[in-house]
């Protein structure tokens, strides 16, 4: 029988913590969810990040809108009589904020939609990665045995793979036509399958430890004992459990699988132009950084900002949900 | 036609985004005919292979090179490429050479004189200078023995050289040995004295060979002792090569260079060599020493360069910022180099859409070609292209000049809708729009400038109508799996280019537009094109002889070429070369992007 996963956190000892308020009339119990916000509203720099993602979000969504409210033209409109006579780009002005590039494109309105594939890179490549690796790591620690070791073997593979060089190897293959018949097709396709591949053992492994321990806890004797299923048990019984590591882990991966997509698009097996992606844009800035600083600072900046509040924002959520590892 | 080995060579060439060289014509030939103009061979004031005095160099000193990259094949049998080429003409001597302000004007090197072309052009006759020695360890004088092994251990497939299938062809038993390839002596080529060498050809393309006589294959290679190198396969002789030139690859007592005066990727040094004579040969050679270092970022070269002494770089694409900071502030240390080569979008004439002329009118029609030239460095460093033979080689101005064949797709170079929405309705598209729903697939290369070609080309596609899908690989894989492999089916491949193997038309246009030539790898005819009128017309003017008669011949091809839209061209290429503040640099005209040892001194 569940003991109300929802309000476990699994703690090195393996108990269960509840935290209990006093106010003057009486003594509440809170929930696990106002337990969790009490804390993270009490971090201000998590705060402030929380708010940048948010706002990135709504800057991805809103990108054409917000391009077009600032007056910016399209990423993708080349006006080379927005670069000099050597056909070096201009640089910062009331019109382009930003700066152009070499095709006169405008720096700030490529940022803008940039964000849109930092975002979905950073989320669906973590999304499927977590799923992958939720589910291997729970079969691994439930059923141990062989079915431990072949996966953790699998595992361990998969993590003795360069990620780098796995995503231009496979990058550079599905570059033109496409894997796999099709269904991975060249550029952000290709990212998010790749980020997918290469990360989920991280996942897994911790997920097997996890459940390793979990599996041995009263609560799942019990469920056990009533006759559950082993599918039950897993995923109506430890997985809720596990939602709050998970939900740490993964937000700190986001801000790694951004800095994996933006390596390959610097390197050039990422996403395709004319789409406008930050790691592109710093590559095709690095031959005239001397004469056009602007075409890698500015995607530079955006790309270290929203990194670091991604990390930032994780930091946060693991001291909120977990307090005993606070800093 | 020629051969698959050498149409692979040459696309490897292009594949390097002009890196090859250029080479003169041979002196057979009275009228010049190269038909370039003041414009097209402008340099803006700043130095240029064409103003750059070549006497009063002070002798002596040790000159340092700075090269990203590092050679490629440094047997004077096998070299191709212009970075290979400024090692092996300081070194060998092949019978005729190029001054370094000329293409088609070339000099008796190891030849004593002018070949001797017999009345029914098959036979071609030269002779050969007395008293040039070989360095240590061979010593010995050169014959004209020497010069028949160098040709026909190019038809030895521990060699392969690249040209030999290409312009030999038609000497008397060159395509026997080729297939024997065991480096056996051409039957063609004979000696009857030490010191003359006569060509016997089974066509009347003595033209074309004398002009091929400036290639490095040309150069000596004595068989007593080359001999047991070219028995391993690939042949060895190039880490034991001796020189003919005024320079040689620094060696050992047993002639052994490599690992002592080249180590691959890392150096290369050039020294005297002591049996050289001054008096048998036309170049001054000022310095003692070159000294070549390979490696390191483009970008950080450029700027060594222009703050040091006596530097040189020698890698053929100067980045664009150092470009524009030395025109800014250190005009002195730059020279711009015309005739570089040219850069045109291959559209697949005999697969997808642009199998309709009208489309690919279309295409040229609404390209910005000014603005494709400017992300290439603006004016100083390009012409807008407007047909395929280019400034330097014979027939450009037969072909219309800058302006090129008046054709209304052809006249605005900065674009025009209203022509491109004619030819989209001649298409069949009447919105003028393309509405095929065929989504093309464009291939370019990645870098500097080509990636920015690449990206103009595919927003006009995109404005036509077009459904692209876009994608940019290394130059190489672009060329070695897309856009030289005919079943591929690209559509587009912006990012191509050509440069010539010496100054002759036919070795701009024949391999890249003669549907005969279409192979199923290392094809360099992009755009497939097949047309029975031009196929014809190109083996008719294989046999053109005499320079003049060859470049209208072929100044008529090219305006056929544009008249069918093969192609959509965009750029003349000029190179842009820096030199240290101490250095008297002379480049090449005819090897464009390299600076020419032989000529260059320190001040």
């Known amino acids: ?327 | 036609m020629r051969s698959i080995r050498t149409v692979a060579a040459t696309a490897i060439v292009a594949l390097l985004a002009l890196v090859v060289t250029a080479c003169g014509s041979s002196s057979s030939s009275s009228s010049s005919g190269t038909g370039s103009n003041s414009s097209a061979l402008s340099s803006g004031g700043f130095q240029s292979p064409l103003n750059e005095p070549l006497t009063g160099g002070k002798r002596g000193g040790t000159l340092q090179v700075l090269d990203e990259t590092d050679f490629e094949h440094l047997d004077p049998g096998l070299a191709y490429y212009s970075l290979d080429y400024e090692v092996v003409f300081a070194t060998q001597r092949p019978l005729y050479s190029n001054k370094p302000n000329t293409s088609t004007e070339a000099t008796p090197d190891m030849a004593s004189a002018p070949p001797e072309v017999s009345s029914d052009n098959k036979t071609v006759t030269v002779h050969l200078r007395e008293g040039v020695h070989y360095s240590p360890p061979v010593n010995r004088e050169v014959t004209s023995e020497d010069v028949a092994y160098a040709i026909a251990r190019g038809a030895n497939a521990n060699i392969a050289n690249p040209y030999i299938g290409a312009y030999f062809k038609s000497v008397e038993g060159e395509p026997a040995a080729a297939s024997a390839a065991n480096g056996e002596p051409i039957k063609g080529i004979v000696t009857p004295d030490k010191h003359t060498i006569v060509f016997h050809l089974t066509e009347p393309k003595a033209q074309l060979v004398s002009e091929a006589l400036l290639l490095p294959l040309t150069a000596p290679v004595p068989k007593e002792y080359a001999e047991k190198y070219d028995k391993n396969k690939p042949s060895n002789y190039a880490a034991y090569q001796v020189a003919t030139g005024p320079y040689m690859i620094k060696n050992d007592s047993s002639g052994k260079v490599l690992d002592v005066g080249y180590f691959p990727g890392k150096s290369l040094t050039l020294v005297r060599n002591p049996n050289w004579k001054e008096s048998t040969d036309f170049r001054p050679a000022y310095l003692d020493e070159i000294q070549v270092k390979i490696g390191g970022s483009n970008t950080v070269i450029g700027r060594q360069v222009l703050e040091g002494n006596n530097v040189v770089n020698n890698e053929p694409s100067t980045p664009q910022s150092d470009l524009k900071l030395a025109v800014e502030s250190h005009k002195s240390q730059l020279e711009i180099s015309p005739g570089a080569g040219s850069h045109y979008i291959a559209v697949n004439n005999a697969h997808g859409p642009f199998k309709n002329i009208n489309l690919r009118k279309a295409l040229w029609a609404s390209l910005n070609r000014t603005a494709l030239d400017k992300a290439r460095g603006g004016e100083l460093f390009t012409n807008v292209m407007t047909h395929f033979i280019y400034p330097t080689i014979p027939g450009f101005e037969q072909a219309g000049g800058l302006t090129g064949p008046k054709v209304d797709y052809n006249e605005h170079l900065e674009g025009n809708a209203a022509v491109a929405e004619k030819y989209m309705k001649l298409a069949g598209y009447p919105s003028g729009k393309y509405t095929g729903g065929q989504t093309i697939q464009v291939v370019g290369a990645k870098g500097n400038p080509t990636e920015q070609d690449a990206e103009i080309v595919n927003q006009t596609l995109k404005n036509l109508g077009f459904n692209t899908k876009f994608t940019l690989l290394e130059t190489s894989t672009m060329y070695a799996k897309f856009c030289n492999v005919p079943k591929e089916e690209i559509d587009v491949c912006p990012s191509v280019g050509w440069i010539a193997d010496f100054a002759d038309p036919q070795t701009v246009l024949n391999i890249t537009f003669n549907g005969k030539l279409i192979v199923p790898t290392s094809n360099v005819n992009w755009g497939q094109t097949n047309v029975a009128k031009l196929n014809e017309a190109m083996t008719a003017g294989e046999s053109v002889n005499g320079k003049s008669a060859r470049a209208s011949a072929w100044a008529k091809i090219d305006t056929e070429i544009v008249e069918n839209a093969a192609a959509i061209p965009f750029d003349w290429d000029k190179q842009g070369m820096l030199e240290g503040k101490t250095v008297k640099g002379v480049g090449d005209l005819w090897d464009v992007g390299e600076w020419d040892y032989n000529w260059t001194s320190l001040k």
């Open chain 1, 1 to 327: 029988m569940s003991v109300g996963a929802a309000e476990l956190l699994p703690t090195p000892g393996g108990g269960v913590e509840l935290e209990f308020f006093e106010s003057e009339t009486d003594v509440a119990a809170r929930t696990p969810l106002q337990l969790f916000w009490r804390r993270f509203k009490q971090d201000r720099v998590a705060l402030v990040s929380l708010g940048f993602i948010i706002f990135l979000i709504v800057i991805a969504f809103a990108a054409p809108l917000v391009v077009d409210i600032l007056g910016l033209p399209g990423p993708n409109t080349q006006n080379l009589n927005l670069t000099d006579s050597f056909g070096s780009p201009l640089g910062p002005s009331a019109s382009h904020p930003f700066g152009v590039d070499q095709l006169g494109q405008d720096v700030m309105s490529r940022v803008i939609y940039g964000t849109r594939v930092s975002l979905e890179v950073g989320i669906i490549g973590t999304g499927i990665s977590t799923l992958i690796g939720v589910v291997v790591g729970m079969l691994a620690g439930f059923y141990r045995g062989w079915v431990d070791t072949l996966l953790s073997r699998l595992i361990d593979v998969q993590l003795s793979i360069p990620v780098l060089l796995l995503g231009l190897g496979i990058g550079a293959a599905c570059s033109v036509r496409g894997c796999l018949s099709g269904l991975i097709q060249p550029g952000l396709g290709v990212i998010i399958f790749l980020i997918a591949l290469a990360t989920w053992p991280f996942m897994a492994r911790i997920v097997r430890g996890l459940v390793l321990s979990l599996r041995e806890r009263e609560f799942v004797d019990a469920s056990r004992a009533m006759g559950a299923s082993d599918a039950r048990i897993m995923f109506r019984e430890i997985l809720p459990n596990l939602a709050a590591p998970i939900l740490v882990y993964a937000s700190l991966q986001i801000p790694l699988n951004i800095l994996i997509e933006a390596a390959l698009s610097f390197l050039g097996v990422g996403i395709r132009p004319p789409t406008a992606s930050w790691g592109q844009m710093i590559a095709s800035a690095t031959p005239i950084f001397n004469t056009a600083w602007w075409y890698m600072v500015f995607p530079g900046v955006a790309l270290l900002l929203t990194v670091l509040a991604f990390n930032l924002l994780g930091d946060g959520l693991r001291d909120a949900l977990n307090p005993r590892n606070a800093r």
